[in-house]
């Protein structure tokens, strides 16, 4: 890649900050274990002076968390035999509703449940919001999941779904004895080397010091229920309500850690590495048989039409989003991955132009690429 289309990305994410796209950014493109572009852009916050983003500064990961730790773990523990994915969620969570729905379909949002439920409103006035980011909290919301029916016959179509992430989270527990922060920490985060992803366990105050310690955090949202704006604490609100530590949300990382992983993943795709199997590599990424799905197991595929990952990317590319304003793209047949790590929710979740953004970007990286 030429300095010359260098240049036009951090233009391109130089104008982004300037239109209020996001306050801050963080573009990385990888190609072939490499990286060929790494910049960073804009403030930390806008509501009062601050420094500028930087490379190592920290985002709220959002919805990567699915991917990123669970979707992770789950290839984990399938590799030590720990759990097989045409398992019943009844064999790990005997109180769940249908005993037709399997870890299968939890990963690849078919399960039949619905997308989202603000949980954290009925424990918090349950309990007058002294549940919140605690063990009882999550306990709460946990068992408000576990008593939700699909609402549609699993397998047989396909919805986004948090909460399925919620009870992959809890069977994950279930197996191993540890909660999925300890896990991640243990057969992810230290086992590959990557200190900079982590979650931030808002039940333990001295932990979340400990977790924060000397990071730079980029600012989420302005709370309207909390009071306050967010900075190192999780944006997703049922997350906080369980503490900070969940399946679908509440990991935090650079965008650096966030390529490590990933490289791991395209380097057993290319039959590299010992980190993960290759065989279930693939299984992980093959598109699924529901008719008109972009998911896979964990994973999402850009839409044929009108895709957040824009118009070039290759056939067999992978990748998620994240409410905060966070992606991730990875094309194993050209070895390239390209992640965009902002907080187009600071000050508020209502900026929604990173939608009309982030496709043209992805676009733009492309061409720059592969000229």
């Given at each position: 890649?030429?300095?010359?289309?260098?240049?036009?990305?951090?233009?391109?994410?130089?104008?982004?900050?300037?239109?209020?796209?996001?306050?801050?950014?963080?573009?990385?493109?990888?190609?072939?274990?490499?990286?060929?572009?790494?910049?960073?852009?804009?403030?930390?916050?806008?509501?009062?002076?601050?420094?500028?983003?930087?490379?190592?500064?920290?985002?709220?990961?959002?919805?990567?968390?699915?991917v990123l730790s669970t979707a992770a773990l789950m290839m984990d523990a399938l590799s030590r035999g720990r759990i097989a994915l045409d398992a019943p969620v009844t064999r790990f969570l005997p109180g769940f509703a249908d005993d037709r729905v399997t870890l299968s379909h939890l990963l690849?949002?078919?399960?039949?449940?619905?997308?989202?439920?603000?949980?954290?409103?009925?424990?918090?006035?349950?309990?007058?919001g002294n549940m919140l980011a605690t063990d009882k909290g999550r306990d709460a919301i946990?068992?408000?999941?576990?008593?939700?029916?699909?609402?549609?016959?699993?397998?047989?179509?396909?919805?986004?779904?948090?909460l399925g992430f919620i009870l992959?989270?809890?069977?994950?527990?279930?197996?191993?004895?540890?909660?999925?922060?300890?896990?991640?920490?243990?057969?992810?985060?230290?086992r590959l080397n990557i200190?900079?992803?982590f979650f931030i366990d808002l039940k333990s105050p001295r932990e979340a010091r400990r977790r924060r310690g000397k990071r730079v955090f980029a600012a989420t949202e302005h709370c309207p229920w909390r009071g306050r704006t967010l900075v190192g604490e999780v944006h997703d609100d049922n997350t906080y309500a369980m503490g900070g530590v969940s399946g679908h949300a509440g990991l935090f990382g650079t965008a650096e850690?966030?390529?490590?992983?990933?490289?791991?993943?395209?380097?057993?795709?290319?039959?590299?590495?010992k980190d993960w199997p290759s065989e279930l590599l693939r299984l992980f990424w093959k598109p699924s048989v529901q008719e008109g799905s972009t998911r896979t197991l964990g994973f999402d595929r850009p839409a044929s039409k009108d895709s957040q990952?824009?118009?070039?990317?290759?056939?067999?590319?992978?990748?998620?989003?994240?409410?905060?304003?966070?992606s991730?793209?990875?094309?194993?047949?050209?070895?390239?991955?390209?992640?965009?790590?902002?907080?187009?929710v600071h000050p508020s979740r209502e900026n929604e132009k990173i939608k009309t953004f982030r496709p043209g970007l992805h676009d733009l990286v492309i061409e720059a690429c592969t000229k």
């Amino acid at each position: 890649m030429k300095r010359a289309e260098l240049s036009g990305l951090s233009q391109r994410m130089e104008e982004a900050v300037a239109t209020g796209v996001f306050p801050g950014a963080v573009l990385w493109v990888q190609e072939a274990g490499r990286c060929v572009h790494a910049s960073a852009h804009g403030k930390l916050r806008t509501d009062k002076p601050g420094p500028d983003v930087a490379l190592d500064t920290c985002f709220d990961l959002a919805s990567l968390t699915k991917v990123l730790s669970t979707a992770a773990l789950m290839m984990d523990a399938l590799s030590r035999g720990r759990i097989a994915l045409d398992a019943p969620v009844t064999r790990f969570l005997p109180g769940f509703a249908d005993d037709r729905v399997t870890l299968s379909h939890l990963l690849e949002h078919s399960s039949g449940l619905i997308a989202w439920r603000p949980f954290f409103e009925e424990v918090a006035a349950a309990a007058g919001g002294n549940m919140l980011a605690t063990d009882k909290g999550r306990d709460a919301i946990r068992a408000l999941v576990l008593a939700e029916k699909p609402v549609k016959d699993p397998g047989s179509a396909v919805e986004y779904s948090d909460l399925g992430f919620i009870l992959l989270d809890w069977i994950l527990e279930k197996v191993t004895g540890q909660s999925c922060d300890r896990l991640f920490d243990s057969r992810i985060r230290m086992r590959l080397n990557i200190p900079d992803l982590f979650f931030i366990d808002l039940k333990s105050p001295r932990e979340a010091r400990r977790r924060r310690g000397k990071r730079v955090f980029a600012a989420t949202e302005h709370c309207p229920w909390r009071g306050r704006t967010l900075v190192g604490e999780v944006h997703d609100d049922n997350t906080y309500a369980m503490g900070g530590v969940s399946g679908h949300a509440g990991l935090f990382g650079t965008a650096e850690g966030v390529a490590t992983l990933a490289q791991s993943w395209l380097d057993a795709w290319q039959g590299r590495g010992k980190d993960w199997p290759s065989e279930l590599l693939r299984l992980f990424w093959k598109p699924s048989v529901q008719e008109g799905s972009t998911r896979t197991l964990g994973f999402d595929r850009p839409a044929s039409k009108d895709s957040q990952a824009g118009s070039k990317m290759g056939p067999k590319t992978v990748g998620h989003l994240g409410f905060t304003g966070t992606s991730l793209w990875i094309d194993p047949e050209a070895e390239r991955m390209i992640i965009l790590l902002s907080n187009r929710v600071h000050p508020s979740r209502e900026n929604e132009k990173i939608k009309t953004f982030r496709p043209g970007l992805h676009d733009l990286v492309i061409e720059a690429c592969t000229k």
